[in-house]
Each structure stands twice: as C-alpha cells, then as structure tokens.
C-alpha cells in the first residue's frame, strides 16, 4: 500500500451530537494483531481495532463540564460507479458508553472506542453487487504496535518537515471525501 493510500484509508472524520449541539474531529484507526498464521506467514489475524482521537472529540464541553454525546458517528468510505462516498457508522450513547475507554487523568487528552465488530459486520452485511453497478468498502488501514514510533524511536529536531492529516473543522476534499494533509516544519523544541 502507498503512503497516500496508508493516510487516507487510515484517517476518519467523527462527529459528535449532544443537545442540539453537533461538532466534528478527525480520528484513526489502531489495530491489535493476533498471531500469524502458521500456514500462511502472509496472514495475521486482528484481535482489535480502536478507533482512536482526542478525549476532548468524544466527550466535548458544555459550560466547562463533559457531556456524553448522544451519538458519535464516524465514517469508512465505499465506492460505487467509481464515486466515493461516505459510510457512515452511528454508535448512540449506551453503545458509546460500553465501547469506549478513557485515561484516568481527564488531562491526557485521548480516547478510544472498540470497533472490530463493527468492521466485521459492515463487511459480512454489505449488500450485493448489482449487475450495473459496481460497489466496494474502500480498504481500511490501521497502525499497529510495530509501526508506532516507541518500536522506532524519532530524533524530531528544530527545522525537520513534519506532516499533519485530518479534518480540521470538518474540512476535506469533497471528491474524494479524504482528509486534508499538510505540511510544516518544526519551529522550536
């Protein structure tokens, strides 16, 4: 897989409803990986996936407290007549609430929800194709342990060019529906 197709596959748009009240963050996709396959040393299997943002996304402030949201949705995309569109995943606040995890100190500003059997479901539910049209789940990457910078530690020094991907505001390219990436360098330590 090319590193634009690693970027774009890998990034998601959330929104989060509460109140009337809706606001969106970008998110990714994290993969926990089983053992390999003995027969097939290309296989692997997945134990999890999470997707994976900023604890403030999921659980945005109102008057200087937390609010659960009543429903968070994020998107995986599909294809279909060489269109892309979004496919969207709702998760309301009970099944929030049992997905997703958070750390104990409120000021580590991550959070993460389980998502496998989500993925699992949408692939086994996807319809048919038509004899005229042509439809597909666009394939998703996400990181794993062997990929984060802990196992490959980054001398990141002032002037090195840095990349940034998400949805800032709600922001992408429409045609595609992929998220904006830009570039920058670093400016101080």
């Known amino acids: 897989m090319n590193l634009d197709d690693t970027f774009h596959s890998n990034t998601t748009l959330i929104t989060t ?75 309301t606040q009970n099944e929030f609430v049992k997905r997703a995890k958070f750390h104990e100190n409120p000021n580590i500003d991550v959070g993460i929800i389980s998502i496998l059997d989500l993925f699992t479901d949408l692939i086994k539910n996807e319809p048919k194709n038509e004899e005229n049209s042509r439809t597909s789940i666009m394939n998703i990457f996400a990181v794993s342990s062997e990929k984060l910078p802990g196992k490959n530690k980054l001398h990141v020094q002032v002037t ?24 920058g360098i670093i400016a101080s330590r």
Do not use: A, C, M
């Open 17 to 91: 409803e509460y109140d009337g009240t809706i606001s969106q963050g970008s998110g990714f996709f994290y993969q926990v990986l089983g053992e390999k396959d003995e027969k097939n040393s290309k296989w692997t299997s997945i134990k999890e996936v999470w997707l994976v943002t900023n604890r403030h996304v999921l659980l945005p402030k109102n008057e200087g407290k937390e609010v659960i949201p009543n429903k968070i949705t994020f998107n995986l995309r599909r294809v279909v007549n060489d269109k892309v569109s979004w496919i969207p995943i709702e998760l």
């Open 160 to 183: 090195d060019d840095i990349i940034t991907i998400g949805y800032p505001r709600g922001f992408y390219d429409s045609k595609n529906i992929f998220p904006i990436i830009k570039g």
